[in-house]
């Protein structure tokens, strides 16, 4: 059954940290390379950062040098560790394989207030 279950957003000021989680099924996880999108209210889901399975990592632009993505291959999740947060970050966080299937969890929201 493919699952993939977010965790970690919560409302937070400019400038704080939030660290996501996100769990996968073994049938989403393994073997691919993995991305946290963001979709902010009024605009379109976008990328934020992926790993592959070598640990190759790759950020959009206005998150570099602000967030982390990391993976546990035992535990079949990935994590982004996200700093010094802006209001422009305010979204809906998802994780997914990259490229992306069809299948969506239910994400997490990140507010950030200036």
């Known amino acids: 059954q493919e699952r993939l279950v977010e965790s970690g957003g919560g409302v937070v000021q400019a400038g704080g940290s939030l660290r996501l989680s996100c769990v996968a099924s073994?049938?989403?996880?393994?073997?691919?390379?993995m991305a946290w999108f963001r979709h902010p209210p009024g605009r379109q889901r976008e990328l934020v950062a992926s790993?592959?399975?070598?640990?190759?990592?790759n950020y959009t632009p206005a998150v570099r040098g602000r967030f982390a993505i990391s993976r546990d291959d035992a535990k079949n999740a990935v994590y982004l560790q996200m700093d010094n947060l802006k209001p422009d970050d305010t979204a809906t966080y998802y994780c997914?394989?990259?490229?992306?299937?069809?299948?969506w969890g239910r994400g997490t929201q990140v507010s950030v207030s200036s």
């Open positions: 073994e049938s989403i996880f393994k073997g691919n390379a």
């Open positions: 790993i592959t399975r070598r640990g190759v990592l």
């Open positions: 997914n394989t990259q490229p992306r299937q069809n299948y």
